[in-house]
């Protein structure tokens, strides 16, 4: 389903005048790196030698990027229920889990992951720029899987858990996304019994007319706010996925999860995940599980 980025009309506020608050402290739950081709899957150590000022937005992008960042709006609101009719979502306590529509929410999920994937490195100097750094390569990246640009999904969606809509007051994009999840739907390539497997013999799919056999969804980047945890967040974003995948015709739904990452582990054996053993050993390289359920 093709959704129409709905604009609504705020002042934007130039990248470089914006910080995220300091309440927002993140929780991991499945930040894996996928195990498929290396062009967007695998995150290189980051080198950055700057000063913590703002100057990071324009240092760290290309001419042309920077000037998508700055049309940006971090003062832009929430979209209302009216403008999100005819989007798959799920309604749980105070929240709605549905697909990522503007910009401004693709950012937030970025920064989002960027927040969880430095959070153990916090006493770091200079930490906020490389969370910088981190989220803005991870906003153009998943604008391009999202949009099609990346050809090893299918498919590729990024879903955001946002807090329902007050009729009171607005809230923006930035005070409203508090969970993120992206479902791809991919195709096994030859040689592949399960995602990403090492022994692959080839880097071309299985087959030339793709088939629904030779294809399955992924969930990757379950990323939480911590202040809003327990609240079922991350199982009813997986709950929305599994459903998705289903309407899409898939019949398995693929995760992977660190080898120590037990609460990980335990959400998604509650949303009806098993571990494959046979493709799972903790012992392997990447100190990974492969997680399965069937749709």
């Not at 508090?178 to 019994?193: A, K, N």
Request: some cysteine; glycine content about 4%; proline content about 3%.
């Amino acid at each position: 389903m093709e959704v129409k980025e709905l604009k609504v009309a705020q002042q934007p506020l130039m990248m470089t005048n914006w910080a995220p608050p300091k309440r927002q402290s993140h929780v991991v739950l499945g930040m894996s790196r996928e195990a498929f081709p290396v062009s967007h899957s695998k995150w290189k150590t980051l080198d950055i030698h700057c000063d913590s000022s703002q100057s990071i937005w324009q240092s760290a992008v290309s001419r042309s990027d920077s000037s998508k960042l700055s049309e940006l709006s971090f003062n832009r609101l929430q979209l209302s229920d009216q403008e999100c009719i005819g989007l798959q979502k799920r309604n749980f306590g105070m929240f709605v889990a549905r697909e990522a529509v503007l910009d401004e929410e693709y950012w937030t999920a970025a920064w989002l992951r960027a927040e969880a994937h430095w959070e153990s490195l916090s006493y770091m100097r200079h930490v906020d720029s490389y969370k910088r750094k981190y989220a803005e390569q991870e906003f153009y990246a998943l604008k391009r899987r999202c949009t099609g640009q990346d050809g090893n999904s299918l498919k590729c969606s990024c879903f955001v858990a946002v807090k329902k809509e007050d009729k009171n007051k607005r809230r923006t994009v930035l005070n409203s996304v508090v969970g993120t999840l992206d479902l791809s739907m991919r195709q096994f390539l030859q040689g592949e019994t399960y995602p990403g497997e090492v022994k692959r013999l080839s880097t071309v799919f299985a087959c030339q007319d793709p088939c629904d056999a030779h294809k399955y969804a992924y969930v990757a980047n379950v990323c939480v706010s911590k202040f809003a945890q327990r609240q079922g967040i991350a199982s009813n974003m997986l709950y929305l996925a599994t459903d998705v995948a289903t309407l899409s015709g898939m019949k398995q739904l693929f995760v992977h999860v660190n080898a120590d990452n037990k609460p990980a582990q335990e959400l998604y054996k509650k949303t009806g995940f098993k571990i494959v053993e046979a493709a799972s050993s903790p012992l392997s390289k990447d100190q990974r599980l492969l997680m399965n359920m069937e749709l």
